[in-house]
């Protein structure tokens, strides 16, 4: 099942969109390696169960877009001399991954990465342990490259993502959450970690303020077109392509962006639904074909994914700063191929 | 009920051994009130969920040895030019409430400080999130102070608590763990933080090297006896004073040095039943009153003691190297009052 949009959401030059995270990787490689060996080295512990469990998350694989906007914008801003972009990515990916184990715990989501999610596997105790392990690594990095401006733009960004989940906490079961709120959730648990992830690679290269200012609008931007994206496919993808289950989020009661447009939208008969269903948690078996059939009603697919394309517009438009090159072009169209992925 | 120790387990000169506590407290009072300020003014975040909960914990108490180690450190080592020891000292409890709140979730303790644990009052939830967040608080209060020193000693403290935590998790249901595993446990999950915050006061105090290991050596040393007491007091300790109910590690099946020492002593009917009630599990009525009757025939908690008592004097002796003085007086009483409190 996919959403009912049609038209080209947003056009850009150069490569086909479908290709543009293959662009970009295919740019990095060699840098990407790299950074994979160092997750690995620096995942090791003496006490076994932390690489035994680190490595499950690592098998599960994932697109690794945050470590790869690091390293695009570290090279796009001429870094040459050095190993801090790679380090630093991994850094980058450590935080992440703490916030999916720790985030794993909380869901209690059945399906991460297309795999069992960690505490499926590993109960509910190991998780927030090594995601604690794992969130010290990347400070224990972070303090190996020396720059306190990098750990105070990677460890506010931890902080703002730690914000965030709380804030999703407190608003995940209340339909009166307005879009302005729901995308500051967004900006913590997601956005936030794009940003920083971005702004540093300028950070290494050692550019000029505008250019980490830059760097920072296009990731925080591009975060939040990723994750209003990732709202949408919950009640638009085709499982196998996802890795995820459809409906994941009507299931856990979580109040995303399509749901909120649907309901302000809604009649009172169909406000009710999704207050039972979200708010109370009443959930029976036809209640999610008929989410999906009141989220299409109300075309709120379309008009999520459309927030999401003008996320990515000005997330492309931060990059007009810097010159025209091979990297700069495979960021635009990443951007493109977030919103396009939904296809 | 209590342990069956009579005998003063070590000497020294000085103030009344239960007052010691108080003692350090009076020296540092005006300090101990400006971290406290430090600590709530630090948990702020717009998202009011968390200085709900972080009021909780602090409303909570809790005897703040850990910044009370860095601040008594700081100052017996002549610090007196600024707030860097306060800031520090809040950041310590920081770390040390992340940990908390994460463990509260990992081990579902009914009780902790004496007050329903904060999972049980907020659920499982927010927690998780809240110690992540107290935790990026703790390394943003460390950047602004711009020690890369302080920041590798903390960090490195943090990453051998959460490795201790997890090896914790590993060995508490094994009877064949050792006393050196248990101990390696010990000082991952207590003592690391203790030294690490005795440390700090040398940094600030910009003392050398020497100064800066003796306090380490303090801290750690101190922290092992602390929590081998801790232990100890779980099969003894009047639940009122201590604030934590007897038999909790019991009943949820921790191995600690009192039920190893009874192992390793023990028949092989009394082997049946730690392996019955603690490896797998399977606790009735009386097997609690049975454990402490197996403790007592072993003298399981006065060796415990005992163990705690050398490790108390290891940390005395690493204050030798300092001149003497009211506040180095104070730390050393503080050790004996530490393996004292059980009586």
């Known amino acids: 099942m996919t959403a009912g949009?049609?038209?080209p959401i947003i056009t850009t030059a150069g490569e086909p969109q479908g290709d543009a995270l293959g662009t970009l990787l295919?740019?990095?490689?060699?840098?990407?390696d790299a950074c994979g060996?160092?997750?690995?080295?620096?995942?090791d512990s003496p006490v076994a169960l932390i690489p035994q469990l680190a490595a499950h998350i690592v098998a599960a694989g994932g697109k690794r877009l945050r470590p790869l906007l690091t390293l695009a914008a570290a090279r796009m801003c001429g870094y040459a001399s050095g190993h801090r972009h790679i380090n630093l990515a991994a850094c980058v990916e450590f935080i992440h991954t703490a916030t999916l184990l720790h985030d794993d715990v909380v869901?209690?989501?059945?399906?991460?990465r297309g795999m069992a999610s960690a505490n499926a596997v590993f109960d509910n105790k190991a998780p927030v342990l090594v995601g604690d392990f794992m969130f010290t690594r990347a400070f224990q990095l972070m303090i190996e490259d020396g720059s306190l401006h990098v750990l105070r733009i990677?460890?506010?960004?931890?902080?703002t993502i730690a914000e965030g989940e709380v804030l999703q906490l407190v608003t995940q079961h209340d339909l009166a959450t307005t879009e302005d709120r729901y995308l500051d959730v967004v900006r913590?648990?997601?956005?936030?970690?794009?940003a920083a992830a971005a702004q540093v690679g300028a950070v290494v290269a050692q550019r000029p303020v505008a250019e980490e200012d830059a760097l920072a609008t296009y990731g925080l931007n591009l975060g939040i077109a990723f994750q209003l994206v990732d709202d949408a496919l919950d009640y638009a993808a085709d499982e196998a392509v996802l890795g995820k289950s459809v409906g994941d989020d009507f299931r856990e009661g979580k109040i995303t962006l399509p749901v909120l447009i649907a309901y302000q939208k809604g009649s009172p008969e169909e406000r009710q639904f999704w207050r039972r269903t979200l708010e109370e948690g009443q959930q029976q078996d036809e209640d999610l074909?008929?989410?999906?059939?009141?989220?299409?009603?109300?075309e709120a697919i379309d008009t999520t994914l459309g927030r999401a394309a003008n996320f990515v517009r000005e997330a492309q438009e931060a990059l007009e700063i810097f010159p025209q090159s091979p990297l700069r072009q495979a960021l635009i169209d990443v951007g493109s191929y977030t919103v396009n992925r939904v296809h």
């Not at 295919?26 to 990407?32: E, F, S, V």
């Not at 074909?289 to 109300?298: D, F, G, I, T």
């Open 154 to 159: 990677l460890c506010n960004a931890a902080a």
């Open 26 to 32: 295919g740019l990095l490689q060699a840098d990407m």
């Open 188 to 194: 913590g648990k997601t956005a936030a970690l794009f």
């Open 289 to 298: 074909p008929h989410a999906m059939r009141l989220l299409k009603r109300h």
């Open 5 to 7: 949009v049609t038209s």
């Open 107 to 112: 869901d209690e989501s059945r399906l991460r």
């Open 37 to 43: 060996r160092a997750i690995v080295a620096r995942m």
